[in-house]
């Protein structure tokens, strides 16, 4: 889990804002959804219409086929067995209310199944007369919602009357369903040269499906259409258990993110303690052979005097009659000799056990320092300001003495700053030059006095009452061990530590 993760994880209004965001996502998505359930119904219905319509209308091409044949075969005598068929037809078709014969002759009468006006009647003959064969559609001249279709009979030139049916179009679309009687769906039946006949219009309508009937007699244009507005796209049931489900999957990705955040948090810190144990273990060890070092260093100088003083008075004894200071001398050369082996092996067992250098990236020991320290800056009111390159670092030291160079210089820069006035800052710096690698640690904090910068990295000195004056001086050993060593930069305002250490250019250029 990475420090952006954490902070969104902790954020109120971010997880806020994610929440309301995911929200909309979902009510988009179902208002796309809707979108598309309700332009598929609105092609379902007006396709089921479409065929039943055009059904129809191919049933009255039969009819008038079957009327034509009637009268014909009647020849103008037997009128009672054309009312006899147009009834029927219209008995069992209810959308055909009106059958007229009319006689191209206006002298000759009408025959039909109820009164015929005689404007009616001219406009028969006239569309009868001017037919080439194929039906003609014509709208009703006397009742709206009605076309009529006019065939001529016989169907041939010599033609001697105009046969016409009266269909009503509200009817051609009856018991079409309840989905055309919803608010803000549109349904229009029109004559082929657009003159409508039935249907209703929705203001608004966003979608439209508009198809001839299958009939060649009755191309009839229907027309469908249907108006979505933001209560069709988002019902409320819906929208709801849409809502309600996307906030519960949030809240449980959201409590397994926080455990996951959680489980790598403690993982982390075990890995920073392990790594502070360790360091800690590595000072105190380095600061134990520091201390049997000094020691050594210290108490070889009498240890060797005793034992010379020790030689000569045996000599001198020797020369004498003082035979029996000799045991007592031996004794005092034999402890002597004892002592100093005994600072010998102690000086040998502080030393501490070094790892076999490896290729290091000083990369790592900054980010593991930086994880270590970050606590206690915060602690102190320290900014730790770390500038680190992108390319690997390599040189070759042990690992765990890289760390506590680094440790000690920023630890050491953290309680420098500490009360220090205005923002505290420690900026860690790690370059390359053209032979060296370069580790800065600048602090803005009071400096280093010029009575101590002589003996700085001498071991025991300190400028804190509870400093053991071992880390500067620890420092500089293992940055020896290394090939390079620390120095102490600038007259401040602060102190900058500047460690040097060989670039190894074979390391860079060897492949990984």
Known sequence: MTRADHSFLASPPRLLAVWCLLLLVACAALAAFQHRALVAELERESAALHALASQRADQHDAHMTALSAVAVAAGGERQDLFLDVAATITRFYPRIDEVQLVPLDPAGPVIGT???????????????????????????????????????SPNNDAAIYGLMLGIDAQKLLGEAGPFWSRPGVALRLSLPDGQPLVGHSASGETVRFSS?????????????????GLPDLLPVLPTALTLIGVSLAYLVALTALRQRARTRAAVEQARLSALETRLAH?????????????????????????????QASRRILERGDAAALAPVLDDTVAQARRASAILERFRNWSRPQRAPAAAVDLREALANVQALLTPQATTHGTRLAFDIPQSPVPVMADPVEMEQIVFNLVRNAIEATDGAAGMAQVRVTLRQDADQTVLEVADNGPGVPADLRARLFTPFTTTRANGTGLGLALSQRLAE????????????????????????????????
């Open 114 to 152: 109820g009164p015929l006006a005689p404007q009616t009647a001219e406009t028969v003959r006239a569309a009868a007369k001017a037919s080439d064969g194929r039906i003609v559609l014509l709208p009703h001249p006397e009742r709206p919602d009605h076309y009529i279709m006019v065939k001529r």
């Open 212 to 228: 001839p009937l299958g009939s060649a007699s009755q191309p009839l244009v229907l027309e469908t259409g249907i108006r979505i």
């Open 481 to 512: 061990r290394a090939g390079g060593e620390i120095v102490l930069v600038g007259d401040g305002p602060g102190a900058t530590f500047r460690v040097m250490l060989p670039r190894r250019k074979e390391l860079e250029e060897a492949p990984r």
């Open 282 to 310: 590595a000072s105190r060890v380095n600061a134990l052979g520091e201390m049997a070092s000094g020691l050594a260093h210290e108490l070889t100088q009498p240890l060797t005097a005793i034992l010379a003083q020790a």
